[in-house]
């Protein structure tokens, strides 16, 4: 079967350390991981119809797995970046305690997604009248 072992993982480690080595940084960051990840599990990677046939039109120059390897990491890098970033922002705002009241009151916690962010805006926020809705 098509599996994700513990050596493929410890293998995306290695590859990444030696790339990182190579290139003379001082640390493995996520850029490493990400570049050597799909060499290392597009071949463990199985692939639904669905998404192949989305990317079946795709320009591509590597083998069909290895490309979905690829795109399916930069596309869930892209969903991590996306959703991430917002909240880190916030977070970081409330630490240096940069958000005024107002500007709390004016947070859409559906805007972020994460759950425990949701319930700390509402928190931060305060009870609303039973006419608004959240």
Same mark, same amino acid.
Request: some cysteine; aromatic content about 10%; proline content about 5%.
């Given at each position: ?12 480690? /290695? ?8 290139? /003379? ?23 639904? /119809? !669905? ?5 079946? #039109? /795709?320009?591509?120059? !590597? ?13 869930? !890098? ?5 959703? &991430?970033?917002?909240?880190? #922002? ?13 500007? &709390?009151?004016?947070? #859409? ?26």
């Amino acid at each position: 079967g098509r599996s994700f072992s513990p050596r493929g993982f410890m293998s995306v480690q /290695d590859y990444a350390s030696g790339l990182a080595f190579i290139l /003379d940084d001082a640390q493995v960051e996520k850029d490493h991981v990400k570049f050597v990840l799909p060499y290392v599990l597009h071949h463990r990677a199985k692939f639904t /119809d !669905d998404y192949r046939n989305a990317c079946a #039109n /795709d320009s591509r120059k !590597d083998c069909e797995t290895l490309h979905l390897a690829k795109k399916a990491i930069s596309e869930a !890098d892209q969903h991590y970046t996306l959703g &991430i970033t917002p909240m880190k #922002n916030l977070i970081g705002k409330l630490q240096r305690r940069e958000l005024s009241q107002e500007e &709390i009151q004016h947070l #859409n916690p559906e805007e972020y997604d994460h759950p425990l962010i949701k319930d700390f805006i509402q928190k931060l926020q305060g009870p609303k009248p039973f006419y608004e809705h959240r």
